[in-house]
């Protein structure tokens, strides 16, 4: 059973858009016949996080996924667009974020 990505939480959102990409089944297994893969995920290698350019790929992925669904009208997004750069608050968001890059 699924539910609609809207119901979710934003961190389960994100979950639930990575693994789009892919065709699996979900089965139970109890904890106790879980050991190494229980081990493994506790200790995760330093290696083993995404890449700078992995995430914004996977962050665009979502983003646009997002627009692409949202039950609005491309006037009303130009309207959000043109508002967020007037917005201070905003620019001062997007002048920290460019500086972190």
Sequence with gaps: ?????????????????RL??????VI?????KLAV??????????NSFPKYDELRSEVD???NTIV???PVKDNFLKEIM???VKD??????????LIAN
């Design 1 to 17: 059973m699924s539910k609609n990505l809207d119901d979710l939480t934003p961190r389960l959102q994100r979950f639930q858009m």
């Design 20 to 25: 789009m990409r892919y065709r699996y089944d």
């Design 28 to 32: 139970y297994s109890p904890g106790k």
């Design 37 to 46: 893969p229980d081990t493994l995920s506790r200790s995760p290698l330093e």
């Design 61 to 63: 992925s979502y983003v």
């Design 68 to 70: 692409k669904y949202l």
């Design 82 to 84: 043109d508002n967020q």
């Design 88 to 97: 201070p608050i905003i620019q001062k968001i997007k002048e920290y974020s």
